[in-house]
């Protein structure tokens, strides 16, 4: 037998490209692209009072499909998601001295807009199935000084909104949601992003729906749709000039908006998100069935009450069953020619600006503050299954792309398949290193 074990494993790629990002551009968004560019109007923001202060056509055209799909009063149109999220504070008023509620277990802009606005990131666990910020966690962590909610829809999926609302309707929070990787999903038949004080959506280069950058925050509530609008386009040089009402906010604004280019081509992509996601959900289901009957591999866990649309496919490795590492398993994969993501990403509060509490050279603001004396622990530690996720058991595969195949997923499986035949050799393999 070969020294290693993972010999065994290997040859010509199975996929081309397997981890490569898959683009659903397409002829109706080259064609719109060169509708806009015809007209010479790339975009069409100004930032001073008037009717142009809210953008160009395509922008209000793109943002009233937003609307229409999702059922929702109103939308906003940013360059990216992370500016929408950073909106969606200034919208609520988020400021020094508050504490904001999210998981550690997503992308750092998600925190980051707290930071931003100046106020505290406090980290609640997630759920071990669904993977999303864990109600019970969130009660724990409920202060004084506590204003928001950012809950994130990760993966696809959706976190438990049944439970977070009666939670944030007793001590009078508001709820963001992070929609980033989940548009189009649902919770009790109603699409995440409306469910909450405020959504968040992504069209990012690497999103399902996607113009390149591009976010869009979507309400219900009038003032915060206008107040994200004074924030996306500096808002404190209209103020003087809009009525009385208006110039009582508080507020200074970024240029954080779309053009007209990024709108059209979202604009399309909107028109393909059921049958992206369908394909997508289709996938799933079919891998989900077929690595049902494998002991050390937990496949995706959807509730009943759920609509996941797959971002990414999410796998829970059991070590302690399979006998060997995840990294072993990941590595044996690779080979194979399905690379996985291993533990998506370390919990936020791990990260160096987190542990030294510091994001400016001369000053510990926000972490220390007149407004803020409160010592907040960031240790390793706070929360125990994000981490475990990261380090031990969750893996991450784009399999279920909408381009993606039946027959792809049955080579994924295959793969599977031969490390459960060989999983002995692959035991024996590990105890042997132990020993050395």
């Known amino acids: 037998m070969n020294k290693s074990p993972l010999a065994l494993f290997g040859g010509k790629p199975v996929l081309k490209n397997p981890f490569s990002i898959i ?11 060169k509708s ?3 007209t010479g109007v790339i975009s069409d923001f100004i930032g001073r009072a008037g009717e142009k202060f809210f953008g160009g056509k395509e922008v209000k055209k793109f943002e009233s499909a937003i609307c229409k799909i999702f059922k929702i009063k109103y939308a906003v149109s940013f360059n990216s998601a992370s500016t929408a999220l950073n909106s969606s504070l200034i919208a609520l008023g988020i400021g020094p001295g508050d504490e904001v509620i999210t998981t550690p277990f997503t992308m750092s802009a998600t925190a980051t807009a707290i930071l931003q606005n100046n106020a505290i990131p406090i980290f609640a666990d ?29 993966f696809g999926n959706s976190a438990d909104y049944k439970k977070i609302i009666p939670l944030a309707k007793k001590h009078n929070l508001k709820i963001i949601e992070d929609n980033a990787q989940s548009i189009g999903a649902k919770y009790n038949d109603k699409y995440l992003g409306t469910i909450g004080d405020i959504g968040v959506f992504s069209f990012n280069a690497n999103k399902a729906l996607q113009c390149g950058e591009g976010g869009v925050l979507v309400t219900n509530n009038k003032r915060i749709a206008f107040r994200a609008q004074l924030a996306r386009n500096h808002g404190e040089a209209v103020i003087d000039d809009m009525d009385k009402v208006v110039q009582q906010e508080d507020i200074s604004g970024n240029n954080f908006r779309l053009t007209e280019l990024h709108a059209v081509i979202a604009l399309e992509q909107l028109k393909k998100m059921n049958s992206i996601n369908k394909r997508k959900i289709e996938l799933a289901n079919y891998l989900t069935k077929k690595i049902l009957n494998y002991s050390w591999i937990i496949p995706c866990v959807v509730q009943s009450d759920r609509v996941h649309v797959y971002f990414t496919y999410p796998l829970k490795f059991l070590n302690d069953v399979a006998g060997i590492s995840r990294s072993t398993f990941e590595r044996a994969m690779f080979a194979e020619g399905f690379p996985l993501n291993k533990g998506y990403v370390k919990p936020i509060y791990l990260m160096s600006i987190y542990q030294r509490r510091k994001i400016y050279k001369n000053s510990l603001f926000p972490f220390v503050s007149k407004e803020f004396n409160t010592n907040i622990s960031y240790k390793k530690g706070i929360c125990p299954v994000a981490e475990v996720m ?7 595969s784009p399999i279920c792309s909408c381009a993606r195949s039946k ?7 295959s793969a599977i398949n031969k490390i459960d035949k060989y999983m002995p050799c692959l035991i024996q393999y590990e105890k042997s290193l132990k020993r050395v």
Do not use: Y
């Open 23 to 33: 683009s659903s551009i397409g002829k109706e968004e080259r064609n719109a692209v």
């Open 407 to 413: 027959r792809d997923i049955d080579l994924f499986v």
């Open 36 to 38: 806009v560019m015809c």
């Open 390 to 396: 990261f380090e031990k058991e969750l893996l991450l």
């Open 126 to 154: 997630i759920d071990p199935e669904t993977f999303c910020i864990d109600p019970r966690s969130i009660e724990k962590k409920i202060t004084k000084k506590t204003k928001a909610i950012i809950a994130v829809n990760i």
